[in-house]
């Protein structure tokens, strides 16, 4: 028998070989092991047998410690052996070798007092008097997930990340809630809650698999569209005496719910047959509280992200996190197509790439719940104003100056469409105020719109409304005080001048980067970026992109040549190489932040990067001489 299981990343193996010596110089049989796991499902059954065979765990929980599949499942493991003895901190101890405690799941864990690796002899004599009183090996209970019954959940191969959100499903279905209806056996439910592709039904899979071991009973995996064929399917005739024999605790998953389409007590009435279950809905709708605890799931973080689309960073912001939009993308950047090519076929007319690369309509579940005027219609400004976020105010005059209707009849629609949204998950608040439309919701709109006419109406009507109190537009050439009328741009070129100056304004170039922080890499990032998303912008608005003419209005297509060929290409083509040749010699022990701070070359970038602003916030200010828009953002001398 061990008194202790090491667990840890493998990329921690050099840091915690002096722990492990430490801890056996101190009379305590450790385990370790170095051979590796490629992921959760290939646990060996050296592994199960030894935690098994061990007193309690051991965590060196750094920040890539949540990263590995294969730790999180010892982790889990030894986590529902002290939960089942009423207390799942007593089999498991931690080692946080970082400054901070975010990144420490479950929080049951991060609020526990964490030994450090800095005193090993004082680490030592807390992990001995742990383990001392303790009686035996942990109770880990048999089960093999290669052995699984038919119809039991798999492992999802596009899931990642979500650490988070998989203990927040843990511990709302072990909070022992009270009863959803008197009488009726509900007491342990939660209701997992995204738009469509966000990963719901993945993240169940994932619960079910890496937490089987808290449901001796099974986990029972039903499908809310036919949720009486998936009854049947279980071959349990009497449920409630089914489960009343089997006397122990089983998870009951109830995915793909009809929200919206049913009343709440027919969903409640798919919950759970029996006190001893816990019910785990999926869904989209926000319009049942009162199925239980919700875990709403968002997009993926930006790092997630970029892994699941093979590292582009403007497919990765593209999609804005959707897990399917991304999985789809990465499957056709692996398959050899370039990432530059599919970005440009995201903004292209025609049929969705999403659709092509699936090989079928995947996005018009994205929109589907899309199904009365009012909400169309509020879609409809969300589009119209994206990427800003919609108020209830800009709907509202939006469409009284299209339908030419009174105020209060605008206002009773506007609020409606955007409840009903809102309820469906398809728009999101944002801190400011106001609501956010997903990217990927606004591609599938434009590929499921029923009536793109007055898509077009309402698009108009915004334009008008934003631009009602525009002054007459001049434009003062540089070094004279002569100012000649600007000729006018189309609604397009509006559009496009628009949305190039909110996407400018925020960039590192022209809000000033402080001496001595922020990241120099992320500024080149954040530039680069900014040329993508200025040439998709042309695209998407079916402008050009032309050197301008000496002594010439500006237009649009000339700021946009300027913007990336004169100011932004210059800065990268120089500093991109040298930085990368500087990071690529960063130590392993070193935080690149640090190494990238120490770099002789970094106040002279810096100094250039401060150069940008000047003609950055000229363009800026020039493009919303043809937008209308004014951000308050000074030319600067």
């Not at 526990?112 to 680490?123: G, V």
Request: hydrophobic share 45%; charged share 25%; aromatic share 6%.
């Amino acid at each position: 028998m061990w008194d202790v299981f090491l667990s840890y990343s493998r990329s921690d193996v050099e840091r915690v070989r002096p722990l492990a010596r430490a801890l056996r110089g101190g009379g305590l049989r450790v385990f370790t092991d170095e051979t590796g796991v490629a992921s959760f499902a290939g646990i060996s059954d050296t592994i199960r047998r030894e935690l098994a065979r061990s007193k309690a765990l051991l965590a060196y929980y750094s920040t890539g410690y949540p990263e590995r599949e294969a730790c999180q499942w010892e982790l889990t493991t030894a986590y529902l052996a002290g939960l089942g003895e009423g207390d799942p901190r007593r089999r498991v101890m931690v080692v946080n070798p970082e400054r901070v405690t975010g990144h420490i799941r479950p929080v049951e864990l991060r609020d526990a007092r964490h030994a450090s690796d800095d005193d090993l002899a004082a680490l030592v004599d807390d992990v001995r008097a742990h383990v001392a009183s303790l009686d035996g090996p942990m109770p880990v209970r048999e089960f093999d997930v290669r052995r699984r019954r038919p119809g039991a959940p798999q492992p999802h191969p596009g899931f990642l990340g979500r650490l988070a959100e998989l203990w927040q499903v843990h511990s709302a279905l072990h909070a022992h809630a009270a009863p959803l209806v008197t009488g009726r056996a509900a007491a342990h439910a939660v209701q997992i809650r995204g738009m469509a592709g966000i990963g719901k039904t993945a993240l169940a899979q994932e619960y079910a698999l890496r937490f089987e071991a808290a449901y001796p009973s099974g986990v029972f995996w039903l499908n809310g569209e036919a949720y009486d064929d998936s009854l049947r399917g279980l071959g349990i005739v009497e449920p409630y005496d089914h489960f009343e024999a089997a006397g122990e605790p089983f998870l009951w998953i109830v995915d793909a719910v009809p929200a919206g389409r049913l009343p709440a007590r027919e969903i409640i009435g798919m919950a759970a047959p029996h006190p001893l279950g816990h019910t785990l809905f999926t869904l989209r709708s926000r319009a049942y509280d009162g199925l239980g605890t919700a875990v709403d799931l968002g997009p993926l973080d930006a790092a997630h992200a970029r892994v699941l689309v093979g590292g582009d960073d403007a497919l990765a912001e593209a999609m804005g996190g959707h897990p399917l939009a991304l999985t789809l993308l990465g499957r056709a950047v692996a398959a050899g197509h370039e990432a530059s090519a599919l970005y440009d076929r995201l903004h292209a007319r025609g049929g969705s790439l999403l659709d092509t690369l699936a090989g079928e309509d995947v996005t018009a579940a994205l929109v589907r719940d899309v199904d009365t005027r009012d909400a169309a219609d509020a879609l409809r400004c969300a589009a119209a104003l994206h990427p800003l976020p919609l108020t209830a105010e800009d709907a509202e005059q939006v469409l009284a100056a299209a339908d030419r209707v009174p105020r209060a009849v605008a206002h009773r629609r506007a609020d409606n469409g955007i409840a009903e949204l809102r309820v469906r998950g398809l728009l999101t608040p944002v801190a400011d105020g106001g609501w956010q439309l997903h990217p990927v919701t606004l591609h599938a709109w434009h590929h499921h719109d029923p009536a793109p006419a007055r898509t077009e109406t309402l698009r108009r009507a915004a334009l008008r409304t934003l631009c009602a109190r525009r002054d007459p537009v001049t434009l003062a050439f540089p070094g004279g005080r002569r100012e000649a009328p600007m000729t006018a741009p189309s609604e397009s070129e509006r559009m496009a001048a628009f949305d190039i100056q909110v996407e400018l304004v925020t960039r590192i170039g022209v809000q000033e980067l402080a001496p001595g922080t922020g990241s120099l890499r992320e500024a080149l990032t954040s530039l680069k970026s900014l040329i993508d998303f200025t040439r998709a912008t042309l695209h998407m608005y079916s402008v050009g992109l032309e050197r301008g003419s000496a002594g010439g209005a500006p237009t649009v297509q000339s700021l946009a040549y300027g913007l990336i060929n004169d100011v932004i290409r210059p800065f990268t083509s120089t500093w991109h190489p040298r930085l990368a040749a500087y990071e690529a010699r960063c130590p392993t022990d070193t935080a690149p932040l640090d190494h990238e701070t120490a770099w002789p070359e970094a106040d002279a970038m810096r100094a250039e990067l401060a150069a940008l602003q000047g003609p950055l916030r000229t363009i800026a200010d020039r493009l919303g001489g043809i937008s209308g828009a004014d951000f308050g953002v000074a030319t600067g001398a």
